[in-house]
């Protein structure tokens, strides 16, 4: 995947974001006061009467990278996407796209912003049943107040692009739900928004199909480079599309990093909790698992690179039947050797300058 | 769901009232409308002159339409339509203009006041010739076998013959349709009767009750009046009342007396009476006796056949009768 | 895997959509009345508890209020005179003023004038148009609308239909309802979209309009006719506002429950690509509202068709006419030959609104594939199409010198009818053996039900009345249920009509209870079995579309005249709902759980004692509601044949065009609908 370079402006720049529901006098009390950091939700609640769905939030989207924001139901993760283009308001907190401030636009502005810069997926899809889906991709279009013709040649094309050739004229009805989901993803791309927003899409879909639609986002993704934000409760998805992963509980983000970081380096123990069962050597890479080069090694054995995952390096080691290097650019970073890589794979806490030698 | 930008419909309904508002006036065209003279929708549809006549809901009623009807459509070339209207209503659907003539009215003195004499909308047609007339009546059997029923004085013997299940344990009075004029509460009590009034609410109701009642050979008491074709079917005597005297029935609490004979008299909206051409003068004629009326009613009510039909036999057998009205 | 749908906490959300009875529609037609879903919470003790005390608050206010006021006022029964408003002398010098005023004052001049002569130019209009059209054009045109919406089955039944209501003498009575039903569905659907639309919009348009319309729903038509009679007038103008006013609160309802039933999902997708307020309503909220939205229309023409018929006493016309001057003359042939048009309407035009509903949605048959005609009549050249071929159908008729139904072609109806209902009052109103004759059963029923009940009812006091009202409407819902019950009553106390109204109300408890007993019965049996309910089916529409001034004279001829009739045809009336609700309840049973319940060797009985009855609980709510609505509706209608009491007073204040006593009779009815429609609301409100 894309790696990005963090000097660009994010698209999405957040801080200290909240959300709080409930009546609007009290709601908006709760940010910042003593209620708010010190209190469990069900004690906020019974205290105020409020529910905090987001709670001081603070992240950046990188321009190209694929954001996913992961939780359980009820961490407010749904609540944070939808802040992001305002369909819910946030209740404080700043929150800017591409250095502009979203929380000022007036509706003329946010609607711009709807439906030129961010578009969404749902997952229930929002189709409207009534209408043919080559109509229902254009429908943003249709907002827009593109003529007739040119819409419909876009929505054409769109639909080719996501496969559904053939099916323009059925309606939502008729279609399986990864055929909607389809639809609504090109619906979504119609627009050609600069960032797309994934709001658990593919979890109403049957297991087969969600691996296919995963791998359809992770083609686009890689087609066309575009930033995506990715609400999601699978962990398994997470990992699979994130490039960054910010983990949410209770509306806080308990959290973020890279998919190694999260499951190398667990924050406390709700994530370790959380990764437990994640098979570590698909996810961690060897520079989790090497140790510097004793004298001699640095010449010798396989080269790796280091992002290579400890899954890969075990299969190289084994063959090789010794340690192997980890090489960035001609340079040794470390080796690896097979009891450095059975500690990633025991859940072991990492070894790097222990400098073991079995 | 969930949105971040008020709405508002109020805005968007003014306008939608407003377009409706003024389409409404742009329909019916600006300034005043008097609904007063507006006539039926249904009325000279086709092109065709249409006299609306008014029926009351009694079968004498419908026999004066039915003949008028018939000649106004055989004989004139009108199309007539009929509304079925009550009493009261019908004086102000007549003011209306929405109903041309009532051929049977058997007196509203207060209707009379306000339409003939103060608004001047309607014009007295002169008498149907027939007389009305408002009673109590038993079966004539049960007069024959009791004599003395006959007298109002002697009818608290017969109440327990006369109980029914609606009586509340006292006789039974049968009243009818609740449009039709009635003291017969008042009586009740200013006579000290042991009478319970039972209103059929309708004179259909109370006509089948009345013939059920002679089917079983039960004796009854019932509210009824002349003249009727039902007398042919099921005979009825009439009970004395203390008798009618001028002035006797003024005040609505206190009345003890009988019904008057009320000649039955014809109306007509006022501007029909003007130019309402050869209809109106027809209308303005038209006039027969009790049997003549009766004969019509019988050949409706109980011979079932339609009021058209009954009307064209009795044209086509009483052309004397008829063909002065014409002229 | 189970999805969540949003992590919002619960309770952040605007109330959902349908809250309260989805359809309490009045059931003016066929396939209307259909089970809402009534959501029984389960009651855990603490639920119990919390209950109880909301019962017992209210309950103590109510009597620590209404004790001292039945210190200062005993007597035993009846209401208080001293709590009594005479209101016959103001609303008497208003009627008169009114009279007085109408050609003159500018209210009426520049406006109800112009609404008045709108109605009649639109009527006029449409009648017109029908009569040029002739036989041959409307027949054509309504077969060939039919044949485009739904197939030559509905084609073929719309042209029997309009042959047979020329067969029957009655085309051009026929016309002037269906110009009168134009004009007013037309109206009020009109109306019921705008007011649905501000209800669906606006939770605050809502919250004041759910209750007037809620209201609304449950009147009975005759109490509507008197106030119109007061502005217009008798005559069309009245007749077609009434139902106006009639059917329009079921198309706001229906269109507002549409519009906030949208789809919350498509809404905020509709958002997310940057929609504006009014995009969003046309091309999200109005097209996903369509099917509520035609079946809004459907039941305005349910009810319009209902109230026309009635309006015939406030001189309609058209049908409903003829069945009332039939009515006078007790022709119950005749009587049949105008309502069996009102029924044949009524089942036309209903099936085609519901075919225009089943299309909406379905996938569009791609053209290739449609029968060639088929493809000839679509598109919008097909409706041209259509309309030329109805013209040219006219025009022929026309030059046949036949627009008007051609006066031979009748058949007579009246004389087989009667005959059979001679035969059947000649036989069975006294004299039967065994069982007795119909004039016993109506003796015993009123001698041992009606009687004692309204005795009862008369002689308890009246603040036991009021308290027994209180805790009834705790037991059904909230304080709120329970406060509007006991001002309902209050009211009828207040306007001086006390004894009347518990005569009605002891009449309608009577009749509500034999028609439950009936019903349940037999829906229990079309529940077991389809092929009795498909018998049913046709029997159970006939009822409910027949106006009820038809069986009205045989129901006379077979109970005499009283409040027993009054009841048996309030019965017939609503009994068709209640089995109809019962029986779609008792289907409706989880299926998994009877399997389950029949695994472990139930019987029948206990099957449907242990099992159906309890959870079809909701539906046989609804269907007590229903039947208690619809009785009340036909037990007023009953003042007509001797059933006294509101009923009497309505009619006396139509026919002598006595306000005093018809409105205060009217508003009477009004409270008492309320307060029977809220303690038998069966879902709660919370």
Excluded at chain 1, 148 to 158: H, I, W
Excluded at chain 3, 85 to 91: H, I, K, M, N, T
Excluded at chain 3, 446 to 466: E, F, K, N, V
Excluded at chain 3, 558 to 577: C, D, E, H, K, S
Aim: glycine share 10%; hydrophobic share 50%; with cysteine.
């Amino acid at each position: 995947m894309n790696t990005t370079t963090p000097a660009e402006a994010p698209v999405f720049a957040v801080d200290g974001l909240w959300k709080v529901f409930g009546p609007e006098k009290a709601a908006a009390r709760v940010p910042g006061s003593a209620d708010a950091t010190g209190l469990s939700a069900t004690e906020l609640r019974e205290r105020t009467g409020c529910t905090a769905a987001v709670r001081d939030v603070t992240f950046d989207v990188r321009k190209g990278e694929v954001f996913v924001v992961m939780g359980l139901s009820g961490s407010g993760k749904s609540t944070l996407v939808r802040c992001l283009t305002r369909l819910i308001e946030p209740t404080a907190g700043s929150l800017s796209i591409d250095g502009e401030d979203v929380l000022a636009m007036d509706a003329g502005r946010l609607r711009a912003l709807r439906r030129h810069r961010a578009a969404m997926v749902f997952q229930h899809f929002g189709l409207l049943p009534h209408r043919t889906v080559l109509d229902n991709v254009a429908y943003g279009l249709e907002i827009q107040g593109v003529g007739r013709g040119d819409r419909r040649d876009r929505a054409a094309e769109l639909v080719a692009k996501v496969g559904l050739e053939g099916l323009e004229e059925r309606r939502p009805g008729q279609l399986s739900g990864g055929q909607q989901q389809r639809v609504g993803l090109a619906r979504a791309l119609a627009a050609d928004p600069e960032v797309l927003l994934f709001d658990e899409p593919f979890s109403a879909l049957d297991p087969l199909i969600r691996r296919e639609m995963q791998e359809e986002v992770a083609r686009l993704h890689h087609e066309e480079g575009r930033t995506m934000v990715f609400i999601t409760h699978d962990l398994a998805e997470a990992l699979r599309l994130g490039d960054r992963i910010a983990l949410m509980r209770d509306g806080r983000i308990v959290q973020l990093g890279t998919p190694e970081e999260i499951v190398g380096s667990p924050a406390d123990d709700y994530v370790r909790d959380f990764v437990r069962d994640v098979p570590r050597e698909q996810v961690l890479t060897v520079r989790t698992a090497m140790r510097p080069a004793a004298a001699g090694e640095a010449e010798r054995g396989p080269a790796l690179a280091p992002a290579t995952t400890v899954v890969e390096a075990i299969e190289a080691v084994a063959r090789s039947g010794g340690p192997a290097r980890v090489v960035d650019h001609g340079r040794c970073l470390g080796v690896v050797d097979d009891a450095g890589l059975l500690a990633v794979v025991a859940g072991l806490p990492a070894t790097p300058g222990r400098g073991v030698a079995a | 769901m969930r949105d971040a930008h008020p709405r508002r419909p109020l805005g968007r309904h003014g306008a939608t009232l407003l377009a409706a508002t003024t389409a409404l006036a742009a329909l019916t065209g600006c300034g005043a409308a008097d609904m007063t003279r507006q006539s039926s929708p249904y009325a000279a549809a086709q092109g065709a002159k249409t006299v609306t006549l008014s029926v009351q809901s009694w079968v004498g009623a419908q026999a004066n339409t039915a003949v008028a009807s018939y000649l106004l459509e055989h004989e004139l070339g009108y199309r007539v339509d009929t509304v079925q209207v009550d009493e009261v209503p019908a004086w102000d659907a007549l003011s209306q203009g929405r109903v041309d003539a009532i051929l049977e009215d058997w007196g509203h003195p207060e209707q009379e006041e306000r339409y003939v004499r103060g608004k001047k909308t309607i014009t007295p047609g002169g008498e149907l010739g027939v007389t009305g007339h408002i009673g109590w009546f038993v079966p004539t059997w049960f007069a024959e076998e009791h004599p003395d029923v006959t007298d109002w004085k002697n009818l608290d013997k017969y109440a327990d013959l006369l109980r029914t299940p609606e009586s509340r344990g006292k006789g039974q009075l049968m009243d009818g349709s609740p449009s039709y004029v009635t003291n017969d509460k008042a009586l009740v009590k200013n006579l000290g009767l042991d009478l319970e009034v039972v209103f059929a609410g309708s004179e259909a109701a109370q006509i089948t009750q009345i013939k059920q009642f002679a089917k079983e050979h039960k004796p009854f008491l019932t509210y009824w009046y002349e003249p009727q074709w039902l007398f042919q079917r099921v005979p009825m005597t009439e009970v004395k009342l203390p008798e009618y005297t001028e002035g006797c029935a003024d005040d609505p609490q206190k009345v003890a007396c009988a019904y008057p004979h009320t000649p039955l008299r014809k109306y007509l909206n006022t501007r029909f009476a003007e130019s309402g051409g050869k209809a109106a003068g027809f209308l303005k004629k038209f006039h027969w006796t009790k049997e003549q009326q009766n004969e019509v009613s019988l050949m409706i009510a109980e011979e079932k056949l339609s009021p058209q039909q009954a009307a064209k036999k009795w044209v086509e057998r009483n052309e004397n009768v008829w063909k002065p009205w014409l002229t | 895997m189970t999805a969540t749908r949003t992590h919002t906490p619960p309770g952040t959300r605007p109330a959902g959509p349908a809250r309260g009875r989805q359809s309490v529609d009045r059931p003016a037609g066929p396939r209307t009345a259909h089970t809402a879903a009534a959501q029984d919470r389960p009651r855990r003790p603490l639920a119990a508890l919390a209950a109880r005390r909301a019962f017992l608050v209210p309950m103590g206010v109510a009597v620590a209020l209404l004790i001292p006021l039945a210190v200062v006022f005993p007597g035993a029964g009846s209401w208080p005179a001293a709590l009594t408003a005479d209101l016959s002398g103001p609303l008497g010098r208003a009627g008169d003023w009114i009279i007085d005023h109408r050609d003159s004052h500018p209210l009426f001049l520049y406006f109800f004038g112009h609404i008045s002569n709108a109605v009649v130019v639109s009527v006029r209009a449409v009648y017109v148009l029908l009569l040029a059209a002739g036989w041959t054009g409307v027949t054509a045109l309504a077969a060939l609308v039919a044949w485009r919406l739904a197939g030559i089955r509905l084609a073929l039944t719309c042209a029997a239909a309009f042959v047979a209501c020329g067969l029957l003498g009655m085309w051009v009575p026929t016309m002037q309802t269906l110009a009168l039903m134009a004009v007013a569905v037309a109206a009020s659907v009109v109306l019921g979209a705008l007011l649905g639309l501000a209800a669906g919009l606006s939770p605050r348009a809502d919250r004041v309009l759910r209750p007037v319309l809620d209201t609304m729903q449950i009147l009975p038509a005759f109490a509507y006719l008197l106030p119109m009679v007061l502005v217009f007038g008798i005559g069309v103008p009245a007749a077609v506002l009434a139902t106006v006013v009639y059917a329009a609160p079921p198309m706001a309802r229906l269109t507002a429950l549409g519009l906030r039933g949208a789809d919350a999902g498509v809404m905020e997708a509709a958002a997310s690509l940057g929609a504006t307020g009014r995009q969003r309503l046309l091309t999200a909220r109005l097209p996903l509202a369509r099917r509520q939205l035609l079946l809004g229309v459907n039941q305005a023409i349910m009810t319009g068709l209902s109230m026309a018929v009635i309006a015939s006493v406030i001189g309609a016309g058209g049908l409903g006419d003829r069945v009332y001057q039939a009515l006078a003359s007790v022709d119950v042939g005749a009587a049949l030959a105008a309502g069996i048009p009102i029924v044949l309407l009524a089942v036309v035009l209903d099936r085609t609104a519901d075919a225009a509903g089943r299309r909406i949605g379905a996938t569009p048959v791609p053209a290739r594939e449609q029968h060639l005609l088929r493809r000839v009549f679509c598109g919008w050249y097909g409706r041209l199409l259509t309309f030329l071929v109805a013209v040219a159908a006219a025009v022929a008729g026309r030059v046949a010198g036949s627009s008007l139904w051609p006066g031979s072609w009748t058949v007579p109806l009246a004389d087989p009818v009667n005959s059979a209902v001679a035969w059947m009052t000649g036989h069975l109103y006294s004299g039967v053996p065994v069982v007795g004759g119909t004039a016993d059963w109506a003796a015993r029923f009123t001698g041992w039900i009606l009687d004692p009940l309204r005795s009862g009812l008369q002689a308890a006091p009246w603040w036991l009345l009021l308290l027994l009202a209180c805790a009834l409407g705790l037991l059904a819902g909230t304080w709120r249920t329970a406060l509007t019950a006991v001002l309902a009553l209050g009211a009828i106390g207040a306007l001086g009509v006390w004894e009347a109204s518990l005569d009605t109300l002891s009449q309608v408890l009577a009749a509500v209870a034999v028609t439950l007993v009936l019903g349940f019965a037999i829906a229990v049996g079309a529940a077991r079995s389809a092929r009795a309910e498909r018998l049913l089916r046709p029997v159970l529409d006939v009822c409910q579309t027949l106006p009820q001034f038809v069986y009205l004279i045989p129901v006379v001829a077979l109970f005499g005249v009283g409040r027993a009739p009054a009841a048996a045809a309030a019965v017939v009336y609503a009994l068709p709902a209640v089995v109809r609700i019962t029986t779609q309840g008792l289907r409706e049973v989880d299926p998994a759980v009877v399997e389950s319940v029949r695994s472990l060797g139930a019987s029948r009985s206990q099957l449907l004692r242990q099992v159906q009855l309890p959870l079809a609980r909701p539906a046989l709510l609804l269907a007590v509601n229903q039947a208690v609505v619809l009785v009340l509706a036909v037990v007023i209608i009953g003042g007509l044949v001797g059933g006294g009491a509101l009923g009497y007073d309505v009619v006396l204040g139509l026919a002598q065009g006595d306000l005093a006593t018809g409105l205060v009779a009217g508003a009477a009815i009004v409270c008492l609908g309320l307060l029977l429609d809220r303690v038998t609301q069966p879902a709660k409100e919370d």
